[in-house]
């Protein structure tokens, strides 16, 4: 049997790695990155299937063709196993993300020479928190979707773990680490103590759903949606009488996952009435437009670039959210305290259940020695500041933040199938 491929495959981005020499190694997925966007175009004009940094340029470039990001969000819906036409073909979600994971197969192997037939895969704590059914169908799906790609066999190991197996060297024996790790749809924690140079004892691993694209979908609802008729009044058809235009169709076009779905003939049609009898038409109207030019991703890649701005203390310009895209001249400033103001609830919900991780194994907040940072909204100030407030004596440690679940998948994926 040839070597297993650990493989993290995350909301917004996938990596894959194999241990050499007892170290993790990180196999390259795109021209000098050891990262791939977890994104897909489906190209209408060349009847093809592009991935990563190429799927976005498409998008970017105005291609025709459908879009879509955040497949991992989908695990455990109904959505999976519905049926669409793409490309000429009926197909699921199960398939989707099955040729996503087969992409990175090949990558892998074209890069090594190697054939990986079985895999080492991160997953969530927690697919759905609040939901055991959905939870573990989630798992189910997956599986599914490993099989999709041509994977003989795949075993699962929970993020965190991963990522505190491969923070061991930053800890010393007796330390009590806390891995704190925030992804694109989940946030999961792993309680373990340092006891040797190779050696980790798993105390407690706990997960929250709720990461980086909630925090986008939070800043869309607040800053972009009102500008496109979120909280405006609806006349009705007879009377003088309003309601408020409904608040689904806002909700779903500030969620990554389900930007794909909103252009169908029922939903602009119902863009149009709502446009016909809003009170402020002109903002109605701008919805009329992105459900009309499929201009969903867009904007949300305009609210994720804003954040990372407000977030980057050494931004020479203003942090905003650039809507020219939409309507030229529409910039909303996005100040970092507006920001912070925005996500404290989600913020808040993180520490408190890395908080319960830590009394669930029978331990109290100041046990806690280190924090380890993993995930890219794991590196979000507001974050790292509610953490701070509940771990006040904890040290912190990002060196590997984007890259430590890959590595710990890597360096475990020699023994997986022992």
């Known amino acids: 049997m040839g070597q297993v491929l650990g493989i993290d495959f995350g909301t917004s981005n996938s990596a894959v790695g194999v241990s050499v020499d007892g170290k993790p190694h990180l196999i390259e997925m795109e021209s000098g990155q050891q990262t791939l966007p977890t994104a897909v175009f489906f190209d209408f004009e060349e009847q093809r299937v592009i991935y990563g940094t190429a799927a976005q340029r498409a998008l970017i470039d105005g291609e025709e063709g459908r879009y879509m990001r955040a497949l991992k969000s989908l695990l455990g819906t109904g959505l999976m196993r519905e049926s669409r036409l793409l490309l000429g ?3 699921d979600f199960i398939g989707i993300v099955g040729t996503f994971l087969a992409e990175l197969k090949r990558r892998a192997e074209a890069a090594t020479g190697e054939t990986f037939d079985r895999a080492l895969s991160g997953r969530p704590v927690l697919f759905h928190s609040a939901d055991e059914k959905r939870n573990a169908q989630a798992l189910i799906d997956l599986k599914d979707c490993y099989a999709a790609a041509g994977f003989d ?32 749809g989940t946030s999961d924690f792993t309680l373990f103590r340092q006891k040797g140079a190779r050696q980790i004892e798993i105390l ?16 869309s609802l607040a800053h972009v949606m009102p500008h496109l008729g979120r909280g405006t009044p609806i006349r009705h058809e007879f009377g003088d009488q309003t309601h408020i235009a ?13 930007i794909p779905f909103l252009y169908a003939a029922d939903t602009r049609r119902a863009a149009k009435d709502l446009a016909q009898y809003a009170v402020e038409a002109n903002r ?14 867009d904007l949300a890649f305009a609210v994720e670039a804003g954040k990372m701005m407000a977030n980057n203390p050494a931004a020479t310009a203003p942090p905003e959210i650039n809507l020219g895209i939409l309507e030229k ?13 925005t996500l404290a ?22 046990d806690v020695t280190k ?38 998948l890597a360096l475990a994926a020699e023994h997986a199938f022992a």
Do not use: Y
């Open 89 to 91: 073909k009926r197909t």
């Open 153 to 184: 066999d795949v075993r699962f190991l929970p993020e965190p773990e991963a990522a505190a197996l491969a923070a061991r060297a930053a800890l010393t024996p007796g330390d009590l680490g806390l891995v704190v790790d925030i992804g694109g």
């Open 204 to 219: 407690r691993s706990n997960g929250l759903r709720l990461g980086g694209t909630d925090f986008d979908k939070e800043l």
């Open 246 to 258: 409904p608040n689904k169709i806002f909700a779903d076009l500030a969620t990554w996952q389900k």
């Open 284 to 297: 109605l109207q701008r919805l009329v437009k992105v459900l009309e030019d499929e201009l969903g991703h």
């Open 329 to 341: 001249g529409i910039r909303l400033p996005l100040p970092a305290p507006m920001m912070a103001a």
């Open 345 to 366: 609830q989600g913020a808040a919900q993180i520490a408190q259940t890395a908080e319960e991780t830590v009394v669930q194994a029978g331990l109290k907040q100041n």
């Open 371 to 408: 924090l380890v940072f993993v995930g890219g909204s794991s590196l979000m100030a507001v974050v790292g500041d509610a953490l701070k407030r509940q771990f006040p004596d904890a040290e912190i440690h990002r060196t590997s933040a984007l890259t430590g679940v890959v590595d710990g």
